[in-house]
């Protein structure tokens, strides 16, 4: 299979903060190695797209939301690695596509919009019955490689266990947002056993990540590994923001040239920060910030708040 040629830099990150706190804080930028199909989403999709080849599959299904970095990375991938792709998205279409569908439109990805009630049946068997697609689609889908909303599954866990190759210093602490949690998964697999994984969740809800990184991890060995989950930085839940938020994200970019986005790295960052305030890292300790990309996603803020 084609490869990419992998550009992702360790960069060091120093202000008064990380001075004051006596912490060695680096961000790890996957954002950098494709503007869409970078951060996770890359190692989510790697070994999924793999065994679509390996069983010849000619198309993908996978789910997202309307701004989702999953499906416009899955666009890419497709036009890439020469996949026919197809997205079924959460709403009913409203008029003129956003950029993140606009986009994955280009890439060649066909889109089905079904309303949310029968979006959440999209794992039950009889998903493509409810969803009142055409004949032609139906048999597409069912020839189709699928895979789940996010890239959350087994395979996407095991590509995200090579995020931390790319870590070329000894570190004790290595974080990363959370979503459906797979990343985490897959960064805590890389661990040795000093080391830490700090994940921060940035959907609202007490432990419900706990389990479900919990659940990931059964099907893997991963005794020893030492990881927690932060859900005090969510702000309100996903894709909220605040201006406590925004002011972090413009100071943060203008002090070190790092662009954030604002439903995932903008949280951890601003965790990050707070937790070193608090004396939460001990000094000397080398701390791993993983960028996991997701910078399309802020065009749709910038229409959002426009209305
Ligand atoms: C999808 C995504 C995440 C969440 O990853 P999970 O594996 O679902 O926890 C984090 N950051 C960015 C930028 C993402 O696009």
Redesign the pocket.
């Not at 990363?176 to 990343?183: D, E, L, N």
């Given at each position: 299979m084609q490869e990419f040629s992998f550009d992702i830099p360790l960069q060091p990150i120093e202000d008064e903060i990380t001075i004051a706190a006596g912490v060695k804080l680096f961000m790890l930028r996957t954002d950098l190695n494709h503007p869409y199909f970078g951060?996770?989403?890359f190692f989510?999709l790697k070994y999924n797209l793999e065994e679509a080849r390996k069983r010849k599959k000619e198309a993908i299904v996978t789910f997202g939301g309307a701004f989702s970095?999953?499906i416009a990375a899955t666009a890419v991938a497709g036009k890439v690695y020469g996949f026919k792709t197809i997205g079924i998205i959460r709403g009913d279409e409203t008029g003129d596509l956003n950029p993140t569908l606009k986009f994955a439109m280009e890439q060649g990805m066909e889109l089905h919009f079904v309303s949310r009630e029968i979006y959440k049946l999209k794992e039950n068997f009889d998903f493509i019955d409810k969803a009142q697609f055409s004949k032609s689609t139906i048999l597409q889908i069912n020839n189709s490689f699928i895979i789940p909303e996010?890239?959350?599954n087994s395979l996407?866990i095991k590509g995200?266990s090579e995020i931390g190759n790319y870590i070329t210093i000894p570190y004790d602490v290595i974080c990363?947002?959370?979503?459906?949690?797979?990343?985490?998964a897959g960064i805590i697999l890389s661990l040795d056993v000093a080391q830490k994984a700090l994940g921060f969740q940035?959907l609202k809800g007490e432990n419900y990540l706990q389990n479900e990184v919990d659940k990931w991890l059964h099907e893997f060995s991963s005794a020893y590994k030492s990881w927690s989950i932060n859900e005090d930085y969510h702000f309100g839940g996903y894709a909220k923001r605040t201006p406590q938020l925004i002011a972090f994200v413009e100071e943060f970019e203008r002090l070190h040239n790092i662009p954030l986005?604002f439903?995932?790295?903008s949280k951890m960052m601003f965790g990050i920060y707070d937790l070193m305030q608090k004396n939460h890292f001990q000094k000397g300790q080398t701390v791993i910030a993983v960028h996991?990309?997701?910078l399309q996603?802020n065009a749709g803020f910038k229409i959002k708040s426009k209305d």
């Open positions: 951060g996770n989403k989510k970095n999953h996010g890239g959350a996407g995200c990363c947002p959370c979503g459906t949690g797979t990343t985490l940035v986005d439903v995932y790295t996991t990309g997701g996603g």
